[in-house]
Structures are given as C-alpha cells and as structure tokens.
C-alpha cells in the first residue's frame, strides 16, 4: 500500500520563525514529489517540486532523502500569511496518480 | 495566468441522482484528473485521462463513476447514482506531461448528496 504519512500540526508559530515539516513515504519507487499548501475548504496550490539536490524559492526550501526516503519543507521567516495546511505528495514511477499526506497544519500567530 | 476551473462550485442533489461535474483544463495540458477530498481527509486520487482514454483509476473509481472528454476544452466527471459517501470536494487538475509532472488543481466542486 502506497502511504504518505505526515505530523498533523497544528504548528503554532510566531511570525519571523522558521519552521520546517517531514513527510516520510512508503512507496521507494516513488519518482516526483511536491509540496502543496491548501487552504481551508479550497484547492491544493502547488508550493514546489522536491528534487534530489535540494531546492529553495524565496524563503521556501524543500530536501529530498531517498535513503531515508522522507522529503522536508523548511520556512523561513513565517508570515501571517503562510498559515495553511501543507500536503506532500508522491508520485510513483510510471504512475500519474498523485498520493497525499494528510497535511501538516500551520497558524503563524503575531 | 492560466488556471483550471470548475462549475458548479457547489452541488446539491439527492441519493440515487445522477451528477455531472465539469472542468475546463488548462488550454496547453494534455493530461487531465480527478481527486476528491471528504471533509477532514486526504486528497484522494480518483482518475487520469489522456488522448480520450483513461490512463489510470483507483479502486474508488467503480462502475458508478465515468469521464469524458465531449469537445476541446470541457473535461466532465459523472456519477450515475449518488450516494451519501459520495459528498466530497471533487478537484479537477490538469499537466502538461504525465509522468513526474507538476498537476494544477481547479478550486473544487463541493458535492452534498442528502
């Protein structure tokens, strides 16, 4: 069975922290993941890629491990407006079928 | 810039129904889908579509639930005969290219069925 599993939260912050989330997943021929943010009762939004070597955009930077097969998103001084739910998702090789965690509650509190 | 859509954004309609929810991909992808999201639960895959064909389904995906592709731009999800465990947020998205490729999703049609 093909899981992804991650820390429900909520992560409570104040604005100016840094904060980062794991994701692990269960599938290792899993070949794509992503990082989403959704917002309450709305669409995920793609956030980033995740890719081998690490990448980062703006104050966001996600990690790949494939050893340890888990991928991590790391925020940088949170605003207001980063509080959401963030999903990770995999994408399995030869699959189109996107697999979700559940999400990983943010609030970033003033 | 460019995003998918979805109409009805809200749908009610009662057990034993018929629904059709449509979606409108982006105007360059190729590679349509349909997940849907039971309050409080994870996002969950349902169906991929390319070249007129269903490239993939999930075991949710049964006999009730069918997709199509009736003209250029419209991408339609039906089920034939609702059921209660069948409200859900249904998301449309849509890819460029199928394998590893970023999916964009549409803002959803809430389904209530009573």
């Known amino acids: 069975r093909k899981e992804v599993e991650q820390d429900p939260g909520p992560f409570n912050v104040p604005e100016g922290a840094t904060v980062a989330f794991n994701c692990t997943y269960s599938?290792?021929?899993?070949?794509?993941f992503f990082w989403y943010r959704q917002d309450c009762r709305k669409e995920p939004k793609l956030l980033m890629s995740?890719?081998?070597s690490g990448n980062e955009d703006g104050r966001f930077t996600a990690q790949l491990n494939r050893a340890s097969q888990y991928i991590s998103l790391l925020i940088r001084d949170s605003k207001l407006s980063d509080s959401a739910t963030y999903l990770c998702?995999?994408?399995?090789?030869?699959?189109?079928?996107?697999?979700f965690g559940k999400g990983t509650k943010l609030s970033v509190i003033p | 810039e460019p995003e998918v859509t979805q109409t009805p954004s809200h749908q009610v309609t009662q057990m034993g129904q018929e629904v059709i929810l449509r979606c409108v991909p982006i105007s360059n992808h190729l590679y349509f889908y349909w997940y849907r999201q039971i309050l409080g639960q994870k996002v969950e895959f349902l169906v991929s579509f390319y070249n007129n064909e269903i490239s993939e389904k999930s075991e949710i995906f049964d006999d009730q639930f069918s997709v199509e592709r009736p003209d250029g731009s419209n991408f339609t999800l039906k089920i034939r005969s609702t059921k209660l465990e069948d409200s859900a947020m249904y998301f449309c998205?849509?890819?460029?290219?199928?394998?590893?490729?970023?999916?964009?999703f549409g803002p959803g049609t809430r389904l209530t069925v009573l």
């Open positions: 998702a995999a994408l399995g090789a030869g699959s189109y079928q996107l697999t």
């Open positions: 599938n290792s021929a899993s070949q794509s």
């Open positions: 995740v890719y081998s």
């Open positions: 998205a849509s890819a460029i290219a199928g394998f590893s490729d970023e999916q964009f």
